[in-house]
Protein backbone atom coordinates (compact mmCIF):
# COMPACT_ATOMS: atom_id res chain seq x y z
CA UNK A 1 0.00 0.00 0.00
CA UNK A 2 3.23 2.50 0.32
CA UNK A 3 3.53 2.61 -3.31
CA UNK A 4 6.38 0.25 -3.96
CA UNK A 5 6.43 -3.26 -5.31
CA UNK A 6 8.59 -6.30 -4.32
CA UNK A 7 8.11 -8.19 -6.93
CA UNK A 8 5.96 -10.31 -4.43
CA UNK A 9 2.15 -10.25 -3.21
CA UNK A 10 1.84 -9.36 0.30
CA UNK A 11 0.64 -11.86 2.57
CA UNK A 12 -2.53 -10.19 2.47
CA UNK A 13 -3.29 -11.29 -0.93
CA UNK A 14 -4.48 -9.38 -3.77
CA UNK A 15 -4.72 -5.50 -2.71
CA UNK A 16 -8.49 -5.26 -3.92
CA UNK A 17 -10.15 -7.10 -0.92
CA UNK A 18 -12.74 -4.76 0.76
CA UNK A 19 -12.90 -4.15 4.16
CA UNK A 20 -14.15 -7.62 6.16
CA UNK A 21 -16.63 -5.17 8.52
CA UNK A 22 -20.77 -5.43 8.33
CA UNK A 23 -21.34 -1.55 9.33
CA UNK A 24 -25.20 -0.99 10.75
CA UNK A 25 -25.49 -4.57 9.02
CA UNK A 26 -24.53 -3.53 5.65
CA UNK A 27 -20.94 -4.49 4.26
CA UNK A 28 -18.31 -2.20 4.09
CA UNK A 29 -17.36 -1.45 -0.02
CA UNK A 30 -14.50 -0.01 1.41
CA UNK A 31 -10.87 -1.31 0.27
CA UNK A 32 -9.24 -3.35 3.02
CA UNK A 33 -5.96 -1.64 5.01
CA UNK A 34 -3.33 -3.34 6.93
CA UNK A 35 -4.88 -3.09 10.11
CA UNK A 36 -6.63 -6.29 11.33
CA UNK A 37 -9.87 -7.06 13.06
CA UNK A 38 -8.31 -8.71 16.20
CA UNK A 39 -10.02 -10.13 19.22
CA UNK A 40 -8.53 -7.17 20.61
CA UNK A 41 -10.06 -4.73 18.26
CA UNK A 42 -13.75 -6.39 18.37
CA UNK A 43 -13.49 -6.62 22.24
CA UNK A 44 -12.79 -2.46 21.73
CA UNK A 45 -16.09 -2.71 19.46
CA UNK A 46 -18.50 -4.47 21.71
CA UNK A 47 -17.23 -2.15 24.96
CA UNK A 48 -18.46 0.88 22.99
CA UNK A 49 -20.84 -0.41 21.29
CA UNK A 50 -19.99 0.47 17.91
CA UNK A 51 -22.40 -0.57 15.34
CA UNK A 52 -19.47 -2.82 13.46
CA UNK A 53 -19.73 -6.98 13.17
CA UNK A 54 -17.30 -8.91 11.16
CA UNK A 55 -18.79 -10.23 8.03
CA UNK A 56 -18.05 -14.04 8.45
CA UNK A 57 -18.07 -15.32 4.70
CA UNK A 58 -15.27 -13.41 4.37
CA UNK A 59 -11.64 -14.88 4.36
CA UNK A 60 -9.72 -12.23 5.92
CA UNK A 61 -9.94 -10.11 8.72
CA UNK A 62 -8.48 -6.94 7.03
CA UNK A 63 -10.25 -3.59 7.48
CA UNK A 64 -10.53 0.18 5.88
CA UNK A 65 -8.85 2.91 7.31
CA UNK A 66 -12.23 4.18 7.66
CA UNK A 67 -13.53 1.54 10.55
CA UNK A 68 -9.49 1.72 11.56
CA UNK A 69 -9.61 5.20 12.39
CA UNK A 70 -13.70 4.79 13.96
CA UNK A 71 -12.25 2.14 16.55
CA UNK A 72 -9.62 4.22 18.25
CA UNK A 73 -11.42 7.68 18.34
CA UNK A 74 -13.84 5.59 20.01
CA UNK A 75 -10.96 3.88 22.41
CA UNK A 76 -9.06 7.92 22.89
CA UNK A 77 -12.36 9.22 23.59
CA UNK A 78 -12.88 6.53 26.63
CA UNK A 79 -9.21 7.00 27.96
CA UNK A 80 -9.92 11.30 27.76
CA UNK A 81 -12.94 10.56 29.80
CA UNK A 82 -11.46 8.19 32.48
CA UNK A 83 -8.48 10.54 32.77
CA UNK A 84 -10.13 14.28 33.28
CA UNK A 85 -12.10 15.25 35.94
CA UNK A 86 -15.56 15.45 34.44
CA UNK A 87 -14.90 18.52 32.66
CA UNK A 88 -16.62 19.13 29.19
CA UNK A 89 -14.77 22.46 28.71
CA UNK A 90 -11.32 19.93 28.40
CA UNK A 91 -13.00 17.78 26.67
CA UNK A 92 -13.52 19.94 23.87
CA UNK A 93 -10.32 21.50 23.94
CA UNK A 94 -8.54 18.21 23.50
CA UNK A 95 -10.75 17.44 20.47
CA UNK A 96 -9.67 20.47 18.85
CA UNK A 97 -6.20 20.24 18.93
CA UNK A 98 -4.43 17.74 15.99
CA UNK A 99 -3.31 14.41 16.65
CA UNK A 100 -0.49 12.61 15.65
CA UNK A 101 -0.91 8.65 14.53
CA UNK A 102 1.63 7.14 15.91
CA UNK A 103 -0.10 3.96 14.42
CA UNK A 104 0.75 4.94 11.30
CA UNK A 105 4.20 4.36 11.79
CA UNK A 106 6.50 1.58 11.24
CA UNK A 107 7.51 -0.97 14.23
CA UNK A 108 11.20 -0.15 13.72
CA UNK A 109 10.43 3.90 13.82
CA UNK A 110 8.63 3.26 17.31
CA UNK A 111 11.59 1.19 19.02
CA UNK A 112 13.49 4.21 17.73
CA UNK A 113 11.25 6.74 19.22
CA UNK A 114 11.10 4.73 22.66
CA UNK A 115 14.99 4.33 22.51
CA UNK A 116 15.78 8.12 21.81
CA UNK A 117 13.40 9.46 24.86
CA UNK A 118 14.29 6.48 26.97
CA UNK A 119 10.34 5.43 27.51
CA UNK A 120 9.86 2.62 29.86
CA UNK A 121 7.62 -0.08 28.90
CA UNK A 122 7.52 -3.96 29.71
CA UNK A 123 9.21 -5.95 26.81
CA UNK A 124 7.88 -7.53 23.66
CA UNK A 125 4.70 -5.29 22.90
CA UNK A 126 3.04 -5.69 20.04
CA UNK A 127 3.13 -2.49 17.49
CA UNK A 128 -0.30 -1.60 18.93
CA UNK A 129 0.27 -1.46 22.32
CA UNK A 130 3.98 0.27 21.79
CA UNK A 131 2.08 2.76 19.73
CA UNK A 132 -0.36 3.32 22.67
CA UNK A 133 2.46 3.60 24.85
CA UNK A 134 4.59 6.11 22.94
CA UNK A 135 1.11 8.14 22.14
CA UNK A 136 1.03 8.66 25.85
CA UNK A 137 4.64 10.27 26.21
CA UNK A 138 4.04 12.20 22.99
CA UNK A 139 1.23 13.94 24.64
CA UNK A 140 3.14 14.31 27.74
CA UNK A 141 5.79 16.36 26.07
CA UNK A 142 5.58 20.36 27.05
CA UNK A 143 5.89 22.32 23.96
CA UNK A 144 6.89 26.33 24.12
CA UNK A 145 4.74 26.71 21.12
CA UNK A 146 6.61 30.12 20.41
CA UNK A 147 10.02 29.09 20.53
CA UNK A 148 9.07 26.19 18.16
CA UNK A 149 7.22 28.63 15.59
CA UNK A 150 9.92 30.82 15.69
CA UNK A 151 12.86 28.20 15.10
CA UNK A 152 10.70 26.70 12.29
CA UNK A 153 10.04 29.98 10.31
CA UNK A 154 13.94 30.99 10.88
CA UNK A 155 14.80 26.96 9.54
CA UNK A 156 12.48 28.25 6.66
CA UNK A 157 13.59 31.24 5.67
CA UNK A 158 17.36 30.39 6.04
CA UNK A 159 16.56 26.97 4.07
CA UNK A 160 18.82 24.65 6.85
CA UNK A 161 17.41 22.70 9.56
CA UNK A 162 18.91 21.69 12.98
CA UNK A 163 20.89 18.79 11.72
CA UNK A 164 22.65 20.61 9.08
CA UNK A 165 23.70 22.54 12.05
CA UNK A 166 24.91 20.29 14.18
CA UNK A 167 26.99 18.29 11.67
CA UNK A 168 28.67 22.01 10.56
CA UNK A 169 26.58 21.89 7.14
CA UNK A 170 24.62 25.29 7.49
CA UNK A 171 23.14 26.90 3.83
CA UNK A 172 26.55 29.10 4.01
CA UNK A 173 29.16 26.48 3.24
CA UNK A 174 26.48 24.71 0.27
Do not use: W
Not at 74 to 91: C, G, I, L, V, Y
Amino acid sequence: MNGFSTGEEDSRGPTDQTCCLLDSGERCQKTAGNASYSNRIQKTVTQRRLPLDRDRSVRHIYICDYHKMMIQSARNKRRRKDSEDDSNETDTVDTQLPEADLFQLQVNTLRRYKRYYKVTSRPSLNKTQLAETLMKHFKSIPVKEKEVLTFFIYTVKTNGNKLDQKNGLNSENT
